[in-house]
């Protein structure tokens, strides 16, 4: 059973450039969900996809995005970088979309630097 | 706006004593809550959870308690071990939130051999 993994581990981005972090759901889940971590703080949620679709939201702008692919991988991107993006960004698969949390396997994240 | 706090950033701990990490919550509709920890460059592993219905979940070493009228939950570490030396989050959920959980800020604990 293979777990979530998540690329690139590390990047650093000049701000207003444009950012696609990606994400491979652990085998035999469907859902996934993205949270930011910014420096000394715990996660936010981002964003939840489940079969292709949106499937809730936090509090972030539209310049944040995403997909959801047939095989359930992910992608998150982001717009015109500021300088508040920087933040690791980690991704979580599970099985079902309803308290997806109970079955939640985070990926190793992804470190955002924007200069 | 934080709903979730974890008003200690760091504790530290003599190995083989019991470890109390607290965490504390303003919403009322949560009905669900998680600690999570986290190892550097690791993605957060599951702990131990607990349902609004119950006061008490117990684990292993690991319990977790839960004081709805103060709106506070507490993680126990009993007999703690150097392993357990990391971030720990208390996160919690609402009904009808699909899987948004919401984190505390995280307690960094490091258990002293």
């Known amino acids: 059973e293979t777990g979530v993994t998540q690329s690139p581990t590390h990047l650093i981005k000049t701000r207003g450039q444009q950012v696609t972090l990606r994400c491979s759901s652990q085998s035999g889940h469907n859902t996934v969900s993205w949270y930011q971590q910014a420096l000394g703080q715990g996660p936010q949620f981002i964003f939840q996809y489940y079969r292709e679709e949106e499937n809730g939201r936090g509090n972030f702008p539209p310049r944040f995005s995403g997909l959801q692919f047939p095989n359930y991988s992910s992608e998150l991107n982001v717009n015109a970088l500021e300088l508040d993006d920087s933040a690791l960004y980690l991704c979580a698969s599970s099985p079902t979309p309803d308290r997806s949390y109970y079955g939640y396997t985070f990926g190793s994240g992804t470190r955002l630097t924007v200069v | 706006d934080q709903q979730v706090k974890q008003n200690s950033p760091s504790l530290s701990v003599q190995e083989g004593r019991i470890s109390i990490l607290n965490c504390d919550y303003t919403?009322?509709?949560?009905?669900?809550f998680l600690w999570y920890k986290k190892y550097p460059a690791e993605g957060p592993t599951f702990l131990i959870s607990?349902?609004?219905?119950?006061d008490k979940n117990e684990d292993g070493r690991f319990t977790v308690f839960l004081n709805k009228s103060a709106k506070h939950l507490s993680l126990h570490i009993v007999p703690s071990q150097p392993g357990d030396s990391a971030v720990y989050f208390c996160?919690?959920?609402?009904?009808?939130?699909?899987?948004?959980?919401?984190f505390g800020q995280g307690t960094e604990l490091s258990v002293k051999p």
């Open positions: 607990i349902s609004s219905i119950k």
């Open positions: 919403n009322s509709m949560f009905d669900y």
């Open positions: 996160a919690a959920s609402a009904r009808g939130q699909g899987g948004k959980l919401i």
